[in-house]
C-alpha cells in the first residue's frame, strides 16, 4: 500500500512539472502573473484662445491731430464766423449764411442766435428776411477778424494777393499740414502754383501783404503746366503726394490741373 501511495506521488508531480513545462496545452503557465500597472497622468484641460486685448489694439490707432481751428471752434461756429467776421463789411441774410457754410440750417441758426445773442453780430430786417453782420463794436471785433484770418479764412487774403496775377495763374491752391487741418501756431502756409508765365519774384510781391496780414509765412512753389505734367508722368512722389491731398483752392479748381 505504502508502495502504491508513493507512485501516484511520484505521477502527480510528474505531472505538474510536465504541466508547467508546457502552458500551451493546457498545463499550469509558467508566467508569472504581475498584474496590470496603469499609470495615473491625470486630465489635461484645453484652455480656449485668449482673446487680443482691444485696449493694445486701440492704443495703436493713429490720433488726428486738432488744427488751430479745431481747437477753438466746432465745425459749424468756424464756418459761421469766417464767412461773417472774413466779411466784416457786408451783412448776409440766414439762407446765404446757410448754403455759403454747408451747414445744417439748425445748426446754423443756433449759431448766429448764439453770436447774436452775445453781440458779436449784429441783427437787421430786410423785408421777411433778417440779415447778420459782425459788429464792429464789439469788444473783440478786430482779435476775432485777426483769428479768422489766421485761421479758418486763409483762402480770402491769398486770393486777393494773387488777384493781379489771376489771368497768368492756372491753379493755385493751399496743400500740406493747413488743408489737412493738422496745422500749428508755427506752421507755414504751402501754396502751389500752376502757371506757364509767372517767375518767383512776382509771387513773392503778391504775397508780402497778404503773409503780413495772416501772421503767417508763405511758402509758394510754382510749375509749369508741362513741369506739372511731366512730373505727374514720372510718378514723382511730391507731385503725387500733393495732388492726393486736400487743398484749399485759391486759384481754379481740379479741373485746371487736367487730373
Known amino acids: 500500500m505504502q508502495g502504491c501511495a508513493d507512485a501516484r506521488t511520484l505521477k502527480r508531480r510528474a505531472m505538474l512539472a510536465a504541466g508547467r513545462r508546457s502552458p500551451i496545452r493546457g498545463g499550469v503557465s509558467s508566467i508569472p502573473n504581475l498584474g496590470t500597472n496603469h499609470p495615473n497622468l491625470g486630465m489635461i484641460r484645453l484652455m480656449p484662445n485668449p482673446k487680443p486685448s482691444t485696449s493694445r489694439q486701440a492704443a495703436k490707432a493713429p490720433i488726428r491731430r486738432a488744427s488751430l481751428a479745431d481747437a477753438l471752434f466746432g465745425l459749424t461756429q468756424q464756418r459761421v464766423l469766417a464767412l461773417l467776421f472774413g466779411h466784416p463789411d457786408r451783412s448776409f441774410y440766414a439762407n446765404e449764411i446757410i448754403a455759403q457754410t454747408r451747414g445744417g440750417s439748425g445748426a446754423v441758426q443756433r449759431e448766429l442766435t448764439r453770436l447774436a445773442s452775445s453781440g458779436l453780430v449784429t441783427v437787421r430786417a430786410y423785408g421777411n428776411q433778417k440779415h447778420y453782420q459782425a459788429n464792429p463794436d464789439s469788444p473783440i471785433f478786430g482779435e476775432l477778424c485777426a483769428l479768422v484770418r489766421k485761421t479758418m479764412g486763409l483762402a480770402d487774403p491769398l486770393r486777393e494777393a494773387l488777384a493781379p496775377l489771376a489771368g497768368r495763374t492756372q491753379a493755385a491752391f493751399i496743400y500740406g499740414s493747413v488743408a489737412k487741418r493738422e496745422d500749428s501756431a508755427g506752421s507755414d502756409i504751402d501754396l502751389m502754383l500752376i502757371s506757364d508765365e509767372l517767375a518767383y519774384a512776382d509771387v ?56
Open 204 to 259: 513773392y510781391d503778391a504775397l508780402e501783404g497778404a503773409s503780413q496780414r495772416i501772421g503767417r509765412t508763405v511758402n509758394p512753389t510754382i510749375y509749369t503746366s508741362a513741369e506739372l505734367a511731366r512730373r505727374r508722368a514720372r510718378g514723382g512722389a511730391f507731385v503725387k503726394r500733393v495732388l492726393e491731398q486736400p487743398k484749399i483752392w485759391i486759384v481754379g479748381d481740379e479741373d485746371s490741373l487736367g487730373v
